[in-house]
């Protein structure tokens, strides 16, 4: 009887282990099937992102909007379908692409939808073959609201266009190309605090403030002059973190040429300016391949902007987001000036002239002018270069950032 019940027994834990072994091949293999479904999801969503992406720089770099959604819709489908394949799967596409300000999206922004489709393994013994997985991002392409990195020259930035918008006159090269003069627009920053070097070709030139002298000069139709003397085509040295620790000393000023400024600037920003000349820091801007300046828009003729001009105290970072009435003030030198940062560009620089580091090469615009205007230039610090449009590492913006001077941010918005 004991032998009997014992067999009995043994039968019973037989069927168990089958029945458990078939369960637990089960649960792996349904395991599988939806260890391959993330692992496609995390796919679909890495080839919306880069989609997204693509789409939002070609509404960046293409000005007419009906061109610039063909290109964006085009460079989207290359990367979603062809850039992003792996591992034999090839049927991802793209179902739908939407353009802002359409869809709850801002001015700028390409949200993109992708469908990648894939075999199931357990699914399939019960009449589902395979399974669909989707994903959407977003992207966009603004003007920039900050930088890091940056170098301490501003550019003015004029009002130019007939509605009062913020236009700076600045030509652009490609990110991927150099700055040659003969065949590139090229800038020459000139510091002197006395003279305001002109171009005929500009026609008759602007009055100057007393008692600078202006020194007219043949430049051809390559080349354009930004003083250090005058209120209307200048620019300035200025201390980005508002005179916080050493006001203008020159070794720290070096450091952010050599290093860029390591914290974070805001536009809508003042920064006082650097009073004097530092013929030191274009020893060390000779080494510059580019660079990040800040974009001003309005000048004080005062430290303290809130109390003389209408504006804020401009110690880094307070902010001010009203507009600030004030007029144009001239630069002159040995006075407290703030600048009001609006925005950012890009510098490429091809040569400075300062301690023995010379623009003499065909390709510069310094050396054209030596030849044009012998001696003029003689023992002035200048810098000379082109500005970029594209994107430039080390920006963040928004949507609402205001201008952008061929400098744009690029980034993911959902």
């Given amino acids: 009887m004991k032998r009997l019940l014992y067999s009995h027994t043994r039968g019973q834990s037989m069927v168990l282990m089958v029945a458990l072994t078939i369960a637990i091949f089960g649960v792996l293999a349904l395991s599988l099937d939806m260890g391959y479904t993330?692992?496609?999801?995390?796919?679909?969503?890495?080839?919306?992102?880069?989609?997204?992406?693509?789409?939002?720089?070609?509404?960046?770099?293409?000005?007419?909007?009906?061109?610039?959604?063909?290109?964006?819709?085009?460079?989207?489908?290359?990367?979603?379908?062809?850039?992003?394949?792996?591992?034999?799967?090839?049927?991802?596409?793209?179902?739908?692409?939407?353009f802002g300000p359409d869809g709850g999206l801002e001015a700028g922004?390409?949200?993109?939808?992708?469908?990648?489709?894939?075999?199931?393994?357990?699914?399939?013994?019960?009449?589902?073959?395979?399974?669909?997985?989707?994903?959407?991002?977003?992207?966009?392409?603004?003007?920039?609201?900050?930088?890091?990195?940056?170098?301490?020259?501003?550019?003015?930035?004029?009002?130019?266009?007939?509605?009062?918008?913020?236009?700076?006159?600045?030509?652009?090269?490609?990110?991927?190309?150099?700055?040659?003069?003969?065949?590139?627009?090229?800038?020459?920053?000139?510091?002197?605090?006395?003279?305001?070097?002109?171009?005929?070709e500009l026609g008759s030139h602007p009055t100057v403030p007393e008692p600078s002298e202006v020194i007219t000069m043949t430049c051809g139709t390559n080349l354009e002059i930004v003083n250090t003397a005058h209120p209307e085509h200048s620019w300035p040295w200025v201390d980005l973190d508002g005179g916080i620790g050493k006001k203008c000393a020159t070794d720290e000023l070096i450091d952010w040429v050599n290093n860029g400024f390591e914290g974070t600037i805001p536009i809508n920003t003042w920064v006082p300016s650097c009073t004097g000349e530092h013929t030191s820091v274009y020893g060390v801007a000779a080494g510059l391949d580019e660079s990040t300046i800040p974009i001003f828009d309005l000048v004080c003729n005062s430290y303290d902007a809130r109390n003389e001009c209408d504006g804020p105290e401009p110690t880094y970072p307070d902010l001010w987001q009203d507009d600030v009435d004030t007029d144009l003030l001239p630069l002159v030198t040995n006075t407290e000036y703030t600048f009001h940062l609006i925005s950012f560009a890009k510098l490429r620089i091809s040569c400075v002239d300062a301690q023995g580091n010379k623009c003499d090469q065909d390709e510069h615009a310094r050396h054209a002018l030596d030849i044009m205007n012998p001696g003029i230039l003689k023992n002035k610090e200048t810098i000379e270069g082109c500005f970029i449009g594209g994107f430039i590492p080390g920006l963040k913006g928004d949507p609402s950032a205001g201008v952008g001077e061929g400098a744009w941010t690029l980034y993911l918005t959902r």
């Fill in 109 to 200: 922004e390409a949200q993109v939808d992708v469908a990648i489709n894939h075999p199931n393994f357990v699914a399939s013994f019960f009449g589902r073959d395979s399974t669909t997985v989707p994903a959407t991002a977003a992207a966009g392409c603004f003007a920039p609201s900050a930088a890091f990195g940056v170098i301490p020259i501003a550019w003015l930035c004029n009002l130019e266009d007939d509605e009062g918008e913020e236009v700076c006159d600045m030509t652009y090269i490609s990110a991927d190309d150099e700055c040659i003069f003969t065949d590139d627009y090229m800038y020459i920053f000139i510091e002197s605090v006395d003279e305001f070097f002109w171009c005929e």
């Fill in 38 to 98: 993330y692992y496609i999801r995390r796919w679909a969503q890495n080839a919306a992102d880069s989609g997204a992406l693509a789409a939002a720089r070609e509404l960046c770099i293409e000005p007419d909007l009906a061109t610039g959604k063909t290109n964006a819709t085009n460079a989207a489908i290359d990367y979603i379908e062809n850039k992003n394949l792996a591992f034999g799967v090839n049927s991802q596409t793209m179902t739908n692409i939407i």
